[in-house]
């Protein structure tokens, strides 16, 4: 499941969130009234399940079928005709009038080769509805939540036996994920294949497939784990969750200090992405073409892709693994793809970035509707005070 943010959220921060916990502080109460407590927690309904149909549709779906997707160039060979003649049907000569000797003409060579489906998210969503209608973009939802919250399940009982420090959890966390491989196997054959009225525990493949695609799986759990483990492990070694636990100290340093810590918070950021990049991004297109190349022979691929990887994959058959070995299904995937998946990933990023932008739009007009016209001035007071606070509704007249 190629879904970076859903990687590192859904996993990975889970797997360290047990180390560190802040310690208990005063919480503050602010009032509101029932309606307008009743409207902005509508509003965050409506945002948060925009942004998770963005996640899943463009940044699982779409992206598995751009990691595989590629085309064939189609040969088309037409035959010049006679350019003495007027007639189609003239041989394929032309006489030298010169030398008198008869030449034969070039027949015109044509190489096409078809546009990407998933090229633009416009095309492929348009290409999804076409197979199955406009639910075609939650294909395989069903299965995506069974496996996460089995996931999450497993996870937590795993811990309760190696402990929830950061080495014990990390270790645990790429164990439930190869553990669970055949349904992270099948999510991937669901998305990529033509609709299909079975249910999909009977799409679950046998038990040898779990050891073909355990290798792969490990490594995307590993790089998926370091993401975050490493970063994680800089934040607290540079004490930043300090001033996460006690904003006002911030302003108890230097005017040096606050820049470094600013520059400091900005090298977690940077070293994230820069592993996003570098090893969740190539490990899970190396997942997904392994897991794609294993697809049965029944099911038909939504989109257009070479089964055989350019030959490398050997049927079983005729005695070869039946899949596409680890450093193949990298190497296979050129430049031209990765960059047109690093596109879509900006595009997401792009969409997720307007509509959180807009909802804060709206969520400040709801502010300033409810609480008059300087609601930010009580949001800072409360900002300003140790500890937490929590919203409170009250029955209107009270």
Request: hydrophobic content about 45%; glycine content about 6%.
């Amino acid at each position: 499941m190629p879904g970076i943010v859903g990687h590192l959220v859904s996993r990975g921060l889970e797997a360290s969130s047990h180390h560190y916990h802040a310690a208990k502080a005063e919480v503050h109460t602010l009032e509101l009234p029932a309606w307008g407590v009743g409207m902005l927690c509508a509003t965050a309904v409506v945002f948060m399940v925009l942004m998770s149909a963005i996640r899943y549709t463009y940044g699982e779906v779409v992206a598995t079928l751009t990691m595989i997707e590629s085309t064939t160039e189609t040969t088309y060979v037409r035959a010049a005709p006679n350019s003495d003649s007027d007639d189609p049907d003239a041989p394929l000569t032309e006489t030298d009038k010169t030398n008198e000797k008869t030449a034969l003409v070039e027949p015109e060579v044509l190489l096409v080769r078809p546009a990407l489906i998933t090229s633009k998210l416009r095309t492929t969503m348009k290409h999804l509805r076409a197979r199955g209608g406009f639910l075609s973009r939650f294909r395989g939802l069903s299965l995506w939540l069974v496996y996460h919250f089995v996931a999450h399940q497993t996870h937590h009982l795993l811990m309760r036996f190696t402990g929830f420090s950061l080495i014990p959890s990390t270790i645990t966390a790429v164990a439930t994920v190869v553990l669970l491989g055949r349904l992270n196997l099948t999510w991937t054959h669901i998305v990529i294949s033509e609709p299909s009225s079975k249910w999909w525990g009977l799409r679950i493949p046998d038990r040898k497939s779990w050891v073909k695609i355990a290798p792969a799986t490990a490594v995307f759990a590993l790089a998926e784990q370091l993401t975050v483990a490493l970063p994680h492990g800089l934040y607290n070694a540079w004490n930043l969750n300090e001033y996460e636990r006690n904003p006002s100290h911030i302003g108890e340093i230097s005017e040096a200090e606050r820049k470094m810590v600013v520059m400091q918070y900005f090298a977690v950021i940077a070293l994230t992405l820069a592993l996003a990049v570098l090893l969740v991004i190539p490990a899970s297109v190396t997942l997904t073409r392994v897991q794609a190349s294993m697809l049965s022979e029944e099911d038909e691929a939504i989109v257009p892709f070479d089964r055989s990887f350019g030959g490398k994959v050997e049927p079983e058959v005729v005695g070869g693994s039946g899949k596409l070995g680890i450093l193949e299904a990298w190497k296979s995937f050129d430049w031209a793809a990765r960059i047109r998946l690093m596109k879509l990933y900006g595009k997401i990023a792009a969409i997720q970035v307007v509509l959180t932008m807009m909802f804060v739009a709206i969520i400040g007009a709801e502010l300033k509707l409810i609480m008059g016209d300087n609601p930010m001035m009580a949001l800072n007071g409360l900002s300003e005070t140790n500890g937490g606070w929590e919203i409170v509704a009250v029955p209107d007249g009270q």
